[in-house]
């Protein structure tokens, strides 16, 4: 399956109320079609408010939400889906993924992704895939329902955390990476490195690290409330990095996890 949305969208972790409004509605404006959301991020009502008032045809956009964990069981899978749905004012969403892996196990993997295909089927969402996934979850999960039924595995993925080892088993096996934190809180951006090929480039270090990332073959969801830090964003997309760049900032790799909540968290690679 090819990948089915936009390789650069808009992430909205952490934004509510007016704040997500605002900068879904700055989004689409600027040309983004892509939109990220979660069940837990408590803003999906609020996006569904905002790409209806944008006027944007629905076939124009690509949404994407995930399950959170509550909901992982199969008789809560679909209501909570169909929940979502109504929020985000729509019939279906392009893309459900399994948000975390079911804490401890609770939920076998198998029955959650048998729920998404059912979804899949009942025309609620057109790709599933899954989120936060480690290789060994991952593979577990190619084996249910087949690499090709996984249109991704979102996961932290940035300068300072590269996972080379699940990057090349994802491309193995035909999973595509999608990259949040892929600006690392801002803290990546102040890397040395990214501030001299910002300079040598005439581009932000956010474009870099978003270019980086999109040169590997990654899709990118980066967030913000500043319309202009959103048209920057979406620049990195024709921004290209030479195979030396490239290295450079691979050698920046340091295993450093940004994310990595208690009794949420996998046994990561």
Do not use: C
């Amino acid at each position: 399956m090819n990948f089915p949305l936009p390789a650069l969208g808009l992430g909205t972790f952490r934004l509510k109320d007016q704040a997500v409004i605002a900068s879904v509605s700055a989004a689409l404006e600027l040309g983004y079609r892509a939109i990220d959301t979660a069940q837990i991020y408590g803003n999906e009502a609020e996006i569904g408010q905002a790409w209806t008032a944008s006027g944007l045809p629905r076939e124009q956009l690509a949404l994407t939400t995930k399950i959170w964990t509550e909901h992982l069981a199969p008789e809560r899978l679909l209501p909570s889906l169909r929940e979502s749905l109504d929020k985000l004012r729509t019939g279906h969403v392009e893309l459900t993924l399994i948000h975390w892996p079911s804490p401890g196990g609770a939920v076998p993997l198998e029955a959650t992704l048998d729920a998404l295909l059912d979804a899949q089927a009942q025309g609620l969402t057109r790709a599933i895939g899954v989120s936060n996934f480690p290789i060994a979850l991952l593979q577990r999960a190619i084996a249910h329902v087949g690499a090709g039924r996984l249109a991704t595995n979102q996961v932290e993925l940035h300068p300072w955390l590269q996972s080379p080892a699940l990057s090349a088993f994802a491309a193995r096996h035909g999973v595509h990476l999608t990259s949040y934190m892929t600006l690392g809180y801002g803290q990546v951006l102040q890397d040395p490195t990214l501030l001299a090929l910002a300079a040598e480039l005439d581009a932000t270090p956010a474009q870099v690290a978003l270019a980086w990332a999109l040169q590997r073959g990654h899709a990118v969801i980066p967030s913000s409330t500043k319309r202009e830090h959103l048209a920057s964003n979406l620049l990195a997309a024709s921004l290209r990095l030479s195979d030396a760049q490239m290295a450079r900032i691979a050698a920046l790799d340091r295993s450093q996890r940004l994310v990595d909540p208690e009794g949420l968290a996998p046994a990561w690679d």
